[in-house]
Protein backbone atom coordinates (compact mmCIF):
# COMPACT_ATOMS: atom_id res chain seq x y z
CA UNK A 1 0.00 0.00 0.00
CA UNK A 2 1.42 3.37 -1.06
CA UNK A 3 2.04 5.25 2.23
CA UNK A 4 0.09 8.31 1.34
CA UNK A 5 -2.46 5.70 1.56
CA UNK A 6 -1.73 5.04 4.48
CA UNK A 7 -1.06 8.24 5.91
CA UNK A 8 -4.60 9.00 4.74
CA UNK A 9 -6.41 6.27 6.66
CA UNK A 10 -4.95 7.83 9.79
CA UNK A 11 -5.75 10.90 9.40
CA UNK A 12 -9.04 10.00 8.15
CA UNK A 13 -9.08 8.48 11.91
CA UNK A 14 -8.20 11.45 13.90
CA UNK A 15 -10.07 13.86 12.03
CA UNK A 16 -13.04 11.50 12.63
CA UNK A 17 -12.44 11.14 16.42
CA UNK A 18 -12.45 15.42 16.52
CA UNK A 19 -15.74 15.28 14.71
CA UNK A 20 -16.61 13.46 17.47
CA UNK A 21 -15.65 15.99 19.75
CA UNK A 22 -17.04 18.64 18.07
CA UNK A 23 -20.48 17.24 18.37
CA UNK A 24 -20.35 16.32 22.33
CA UNK A 25 -19.13 19.91 22.99
CA UNK A 26 -21.71 21.38 20.52
CA UNK A 27 -24.10 19.36 22.51
CA UNK A 28 -23.13 20.85 25.81
CA UNK A 29 -23.36 24.34 24.36
CA UNK A 30 -27.01 24.51 22.69
CA UNK A 31 -28.71 26.84 25.30
CA UNK A 32 -25.93 28.35 27.06
CA UNK A 33 -23.03 29.34 24.81
CA UNK A 34 -19.92 30.46 26.80
CA UNK A 35 -16.04 30.90 25.60
CA UNK A 36 -14.48 30.29 28.52
CA UNK A 37 -16.81 27.05 28.90
CA UNK A 38 -14.77 26.17 25.12
CA UNK A 39 -10.85 26.42 26.80
CA UNK A 40 -11.66 24.63 29.71
CA UNK A 41 -13.52 21.70 27.39
CA UNK A 42 -10.22 21.79 25.61
CA UNK A 43 -7.75 21.29 27.81
CA UNK A 44 -10.00 18.46 29.24
CA UNK A 45 -10.10 17.16 26.38
CA UNK A 46 -6.41 17.67 24.96
CA UNK A 47 -4.59 16.06 28.31
CA UNK A 48 -7.72 13.28 29.38
CA UNK A 49 -8.52 12.14 25.45
CA UNK A 50 -6.17 13.35 22.69
CA UNK A 51 -2.86 12.69 24.41
CA UNK A 52 -3.37 8.95 25.84
CA UNK A 53 -5.37 8.12 22.89
CA UNK A 54 -2.48 9.18 20.54
CA UNK A 55 0.10 7.74 23.19
CA UNK A 56 -2.42 4.22 23.19
CA UNK A 57 -2.75 4.49 19.32
CA UNK A 58 0.94 4.65 17.90
CA UNK A 59 2.47 2.79 20.74
CA UNK A 60 0.32 -0.24 19.51
CA UNK A 61 0.63 0.82 15.85
CA UNK A 62 4.24 0.93 15.64
CA UNK A 63 5.43 -1.29 18.64
CA UNK A 64 2.77 -3.42 19.96
CA UNK A 65 1.13 -4.75 16.62
CA UNK A 66 4.90 -6.61 16.34
CA UNK A 67 3.78 -8.26 19.25
CA UNK A 68 0.61 -9.39 18.31
CA UNK A 69 1.08 -11.01 15.32
CA UNK A 70 3.64 -13.48 16.58
CA UNK A 71 2.70 -16.74 18.04
CA UNK A 72 4.17 -17.50 21.32
CA UNK A 73 4.14 -14.27 22.26
CA UNK A 74 0.23 -13.67 23.24
CA UNK A 75 1.16 -13.86 27.33
CA UNK A 76 3.99 -11.33 26.84
CA UNK A 77 1.27 -8.87 24.73
CA UNK A 78 -1.36 -9.52 27.49
CA UNK A 79 1.41 -8.08 30.13
CA UNK A 80 2.44 -5.56 27.99
CA UNK A 81 -1.35 -4.33 27.34
CA UNK A 82 -2.22 -4.27 30.85
CA UNK A 83 0.25 -2.56 32.26
CA UNK A 84 0.02 0.07 29.20
CA UNK A 85 -3.56 0.73 29.99
CA UNK A 86 -3.15 1.34 33.69
CA UNK A 87 -0.35 3.44 32.90
CA UNK A 88 -1.91 5.42 30.59
CA UNK A 89 -5.15 5.37 32.66
CA UNK A 90 -3.06 6.92 35.89
CA UNK A 91 -1.24 9.93 32.96
CA UNK A 92 -4.66 10.63 32.24
CA UNK A 93 -6.28 10.90 35.84
CA UNK A 94 -3.02 12.81 36.73
CA UNK A 95 -3.47 15.36 33.83
CA UNK A 96 -6.92 16.28 34.55
CA UNK A 97 -6.74 16.20 38.60
CA UNK A 98 -5.74 20.19 38.75
CA UNK A 99 -9.23 20.37 37.44
CA UNK A 100 -11.26 18.02 39.15
CA UNK A 101 -11.10 17.38 42.55
CA UNK A 102 -13.93 14.88 43.30
CA UNK A 103 -12.44 11.57 43.53
CA UNK A 104 -15.75 9.95 42.31
CA UNK A 105 -15.14 12.10 38.73
CA UNK A 106 -11.69 11.04 38.83
CA UNK A 107 -12.83 7.60 38.89
CA UNK A 108 -14.87 8.05 36.56
CA UNK A 109 -12.36 9.45 34.37
CA UNK A 110 -10.07 6.87 34.89
CA UNK A 111 -12.36 3.88 33.85
CA UNK A 112 -13.67 6.22 30.45
CA UNK A 113 -9.74 6.20 29.94
CA UNK A 114 -9.08 2.77 30.56
CA UNK A 115 -11.67 1.76 27.92
CA UNK A 116 -10.96 4.66 25.28
CA UNK A 117 -7.23 3.44 25.26
CA UNK A 118 -8.72 0.03 25.19
CA UNK A 119 -10.60 0.86 21.96
CA UNK A 120 -7.84 2.91 20.26
CA UNK A 121 -5.40 -0.05 20.75
CA UNK A 122 -7.89 -2.50 19.20
CA UNK A 123 -8.26 0.15 16.11
CA UNK A 124 -4.83 0.57 16.02
CA UNK A 125 -4.73 -3.42 15.36
CA UNK A 126 -7.10 -3.51 13.05
CA UNK A 127 -5.83 -0.44 11.08
CA UNK A 128 -2.09 -2.41 10.65
CA UNK A 129 -3.72 -5.52 10.08
CA UNK A 130 -5.51 -4.21 7.13
CA UNK A 131 -2.44 -2.35 6.06
CA UNK A 132 -0.01 -5.58 6.17
CA UNK A 133 -2.72 -7.75 4.78
CA UNK A 134 -2.97 -5.72 1.50
CA UNK A 135 0.70 -5.46 1.70
CA UNK A 136 0.89 -9.74 1.59
CA UNK A 137 -1.21 -9.39 -1.18
CA UNK A 138 0.43 -7.37 -3.44
CA UNK A 139 3.84 -8.80 -2.69
CA UNK A 140 2.06 -12.39 -3.58
CA UNK A 141 0.76 -10.87 -6.55
CA UNK A 142 4.13 -9.75 -7.74
CA UNK A 143 5.01 -13.06 -6.46
CA UNK A 144 2.43 -15.45 -8.69
CA UNK A 145 3.80 -12.33 -11.93
CA UNK A 146 6.98 -13.60 -10.99
CA UNK A 147 6.22 -17.61 -11.23
CA UNK A 148 4.12 -17.21 -14.35
CA UNK A 149 6.77 -15.33 -16.44
CA UNK A 150 9.38 -18.37 -14.89
CA UNK A 151 6.67 -20.95 -15.87
CA UNK A 152 6.67 -19.43 -19.36
CA UNK A 153 10.35 -19.45 -19.65
CA UNK A 154 10.92 -22.97 -18.29
CA UNK A 155 8.32 -24.28 -20.81
CA UNK A 156 10.07 -22.10 -23.98
CA UNK A 157 12.81 -23.78 -22.93
CA UNK A 158 11.60 -27.59 -22.48
CA UNK A 159 9.78 -27.23 -26.28
CA UNK A 160 12.13 -25.61 -27.92
CA UNK A 161 15.28 -28.36 -28.02
CA UNK A 162 12.84 -31.15 -28.52
CA UNK A 163 10.89 -29.43 -31.60
CA UNK A 164 13.95 -27.06 -33.12
CA UNK A 165 16.20 -29.98 -33.74
CA UNK A 166 13.51 -32.64 -35.53
CA UNK A 167 12.39 -29.80 -37.29
CA UNK A 168 15.51 -28.91 -38.73
CA UNK A 169 16.07 -32.53 -39.63
CA UNK A 170 13.17 -32.92 -41.30
CA UNK A 171 13.46 -30.11 -43.42
CA UNK A 172 17.09 -30.88 -44.06
CA UNK A 173 15.96 -33.94 -45.64
CA UNK A 174 13.74 -31.51 -47.76
CA UNK A 175 15.71 -29.46 -49.38
CA UNK A 176 17.22 -32.67 -51.62
CA UNK A 177 14.28 -33.88 -52.56
CA UNK A 178 11.42 -31.09 -52.52
CA UNK A 179 13.29 -27.53 -51.95
CA UNK A 180 10.17 -25.64 -52.95
CA UNK A 181 8.41 -27.35 -49.85
CA UNK A 182 11.42 -27.09 -47.68
CA UNK A 183 11.28 -23.16 -47.80
CA UNK A 184 7.87 -23.17 -47.17
CA UNK A 185 8.39 -25.38 -44.21
CA UNK A 186 11.88 -22.94 -43.26
CA UNK A 187 9.27 -19.55 -43.78
CA UNK A 188 6.92 -21.16 -40.62
CA UNK A 189 9.65 -22.44 -38.68
CA UNK A 190 10.78 -18.70 -38.52
CA UNK A 191 7.67 -17.49 -37.78
CA UNK A 192 7.08 -19.79 -35.09
CA UNK A 193 10.67 -18.77 -33.43
CA UNK A 194 9.56 -15.21 -33.98
CA UNK A 195 6.28 -15.72 -31.58
CA UNK A 196 9.05 -17.68 -28.95
CA UNK A 197 11.27 -14.31 -29.24
CA UNK A 198 8.34 -11.66 -29.15
CA UNK A 199 5.01 -12.56 -28.23
CA UNK A 200 5.82 -14.55 -25.20
CA UNK A 201 6.85 -12.06 -23.28
CA UNK A 202 3.67 -10.43 -23.46
CA UNK A 203 0.55 -10.94 -20.64
CA UNK A 204 -1.98 -11.22 -23.13
CA UNK A 205 -1.55 -11.70 -27.12
CA UNK A 206 -4.07 -12.00 -29.75
CA UNK A 207 -6.17 -15.34 -29.98
CA UNK A 208 -5.23 -15.47 -33.89
CA UNK A 209 -2.10 -15.25 -33.11
CA UNK A 210 -1.60 -18.13 -31.07
CA UNK A 211 -3.91 -20.12 -33.18
CA UNK A 212 -1.53 -19.31 -36.01
CA UNK A 213 1.23 -20.58 -33.88
CA UNK A 214 -0.04 -23.76 -33.54
CA UNK A 215 -1.31 -24.57 -36.76
CA UNK A 216 2.72 -23.51 -37.75
CA UNK A 217 3.31 -26.19 -35.27
CA UNK A 218 0.88 -28.99 -36.55
CA UNK A 219 2.22 -28.21 -39.70
CA UNK A 220 6.19 -28.83 -39.14
CA UNK A 221 5.00 -31.95 -37.06
CA UNK A 222 3.27 -33.40 -40.46
CA UNK A 223 6.58 -33.30 -42.31
CA UNK A 224 7.36 -36.37 -40.01
CA UNK A 225 5.29 -38.71 -41.40
CA UNK A 226 3.52 -39.00 -44.82
CA UNK A 227 0.27 -39.34 -43.46
CA UNK A 228 -1.48 -36.35 -44.16
CA UNK A 229 -4.93 -37.56 -41.85
CA UNK A 230 -2.51 -38.32 -38.84
CA UNK A 231 -3.47 -34.62 -37.08
CA UNK A 232 -7.09 -32.98 -37.34
CA UNK A 233 -7.28 -29.04 -36.86
CA UNK A 234 -9.98 -27.52 -36.88
CA UNK A 235 -11.41 -23.41 -35.61
CA UNK A 236 -14.78 -22.92 -35.25
CA UNK A 237 -15.98 -18.88 -34.99
CA UNK A 238 -13.98 -15.73 -34.65
CA UNK A 239 -10.88 -14.87 -32.92
CA UNK A 240 -11.11 -11.41 -33.69
CA UNK A 241 -10.61 -9.00 -30.61
CA UNK A 242 -10.04 -11.56 -28.22
CA UNK A 243 -6.35 -11.66 -26.11
CA UNK A 244 -5.66 -15.01 -24.46
CA UNK A 245 -2.09 -15.98 -22.46
CA UNK A 246 0.30 -16.89 -24.77
CA UNK A 247 1.44 -20.77 -25.22
CA UNK A 248 -1.70 -22.01 -22.91
CA UNK A 249 -2.29 -24.93 -25.43
CA UNK A 250 1.08 -25.95 -26.73
CA UNK A 251 2.16 -28.23 -24.08
CA UNK A 252 -1.27 -30.56 -24.67
CA UNK A 253 -0.56 -30.10 -28.03
CA UNK A 254 3.05 -31.18 -27.47
CA UNK A 255 1.86 -34.08 -24.96
CA UNK A 256 -0.54 -35.39 -27.80
CA UNK A 257 2.47 -36.08 -30.05
CA UNK A 258 4.64 -37.05 -28.17
CA UNK A 259 2.03 -40.15 -26.91
CA UNK A 260 0.08 -40.49 -30.03
CA UNK A 261 0.35 -44.24 -31.26
CA UNK A 262 0.74 -45.10 -34.90
CA UNK A 263 1.05 -41.96 -37.20
CA UNK A 264 -0.24 -44.27 -40.38
CA UNK A 265 -3.58 -44.08 -38.20
CA UNK A 266 -6.18 -41.69 -39.37
CA UNK A 267 -7.39 -39.07 -36.55
CA UNK A 268 -4.60 -40.35 -34.15
CA UNK A 269 -4.87 -36.84 -33.19
CA UNK A 270 -7.65 -34.52 -32.90
CA UNK A 271 -7.49 -30.93 -31.96
CA UNK A 272 -10.59 -28.31 -31.77
CA UNK A 273 -11.14 -24.96 -31.21
CA UNK A 274 -14.70 -23.73 -30.62
CA UNK A 275 -14.14 -19.76 -30.15
CA UNK A 276 -17.74 -18.10 -28.28
CA UNK A 277 -18.92 -14.85 -27.17
CA UNK A 278 -17.14 -15.07 -23.42
CA UNK A 279 -15.47 -18.28 -24.10
CA UNK A 280 -12.47 -20.15 -25.87
CA UNK A 281 -13.23 -23.72 -25.59
CA UNK A 282 -10.13 -26.30 -26.29
CA UNK A 283 -10.04 -29.96 -26.46
CA UNK A 284 -7.19 -32.08 -27.88
CA UNK A 285 -7.52 -35.81 -28.28
CA UNK A 286 -5.09 -38.62 -29.08
CA UNK A 287 -4.87 -42.22 -29.12
CA UNK A 288 -2.44 -43.99 -26.57
CA UNK A 289 -1.24 -47.23 -25.78
CA UNK A 290 -3.69 -49.23 -23.43
CA UNK A 291 -0.33 -49.60 -21.00
CA UNK A 292 0.72 -46.20 -20.90
CA UNK A 293 0.88 -45.09 -17.49
CA UNK A 294 -1.46 -42.07 -16.38
CA UNK A 295 0.46 -39.92 -14.11
CA UNK A 296 3.68 -39.96 -16.88
CA UNK A 297 1.05 -38.92 -19.58
CA UNK A 298 0.35 -35.95 -17.42
CA UNK A 299 3.40 -34.58 -16.68
CA UNK A 300 4.10 -32.70 -19.59
CA UNK A 301 0.79 -30.52 -19.13
CA UNK A 302 1.71 -29.66 -14.88
CA UNK A 303 3.31 -26.46 -15.64
CA UNK A 304 -0.01 -25.23 -17.98
CA UNK A 305 -2.36 -25.98 -15.36
CA UNK A 306 -0.23 -24.31 -12.87
CA UNK A 307 -0.55 -21.51 -15.29
CA UNK A 308 -4.15 -21.95 -15.69
CA UNK A 309 -4.46 -21.80 -11.96
CA UNK A 310 -2.30 -18.65 -11.28
CA UNK A 311 -4.06 -16.22 -14.28
CA UNK A 312 -7.29 -17.96 -14.92
CA UNK A 313 -8.62 -18.27 -11.14
CA UNK A 314 -12.23 -19.17 -10.96
CA UNK A 315 -12.48 -18.57 -14.74
CA UNK A 316 -11.45 -21.30 -16.73
CA UNK A 317 -12.59 -25.33 -16.69
CA UNK A 318 -10.15 -28.24 -17.05
CA UNK A 319 -11.51 -31.76 -17.42
CA UNK A 320 -8.54 -34.90 -18.33
CA UNK A 321 -10.15 -37.91 -19.15
CA UNK A 322 -8.16 -41.07 -19.98
CA UNK A 323 -9.89 -44.22 -21.21
CA UNK A 324 -7.95 -47.46 -22.48
CA UNK A 325 -6.71 -46.19 -25.77
CA UNK A 326 -7.59 -42.24 -25.72
CA UNK A 327 -6.26 -39.23 -23.71
CA UNK A 328 -8.56 -36.28 -23.67
CA UNK A 329 -7.92 -32.77 -22.92
CA UNK A 330 -10.67 -30.22 -22.84
CA UNK A 331 -10.13 -26.67 -21.42
CA UNK A 332 -12.87 -23.74 -21.08
CA UNK A 333 -11.46 -20.14 -20.35
CA UNK A 334 -13.62 -17.23 -20.03
CA UNK A 335 -12.74 -14.24 -22.05
Not at 198 to 215: F, M, N, R, V
Not at 233 to 243: D, F, N, P
Not at 301 to 309: Q, S
Request: glycine share 2%; hydrophobic share 50%; aromatic share 12%.
Amino acid sequence: MKKILIIALNIGYWALLAILLSIVYSATQINAPNDSYFYKFLSITLKFIIIPSFIAFYTSYFFLFHLFIKKGKRLKLFILLVIFLLTSTSIAILNVYPIVESSKVLLEVGVVSFLLNGFNIIVAFILRSFISWFKDLKEKEALNKKTVALELMILKLKLDPHFLFNTINNIDVLIENDPKKASEYIIKLSSILRFYLYKTSEALIPLADEIKYIEEYVALQKIRTSNKHFVKLSVEGSSKKKEIAPMLFISFIENAFKHSINKKNEDSIEIKFTILDNEIHFQCKNKIEIYKNNEAIGIGNKLIENRLALLYSGNYQLIKNISDNEYMIDLKISV
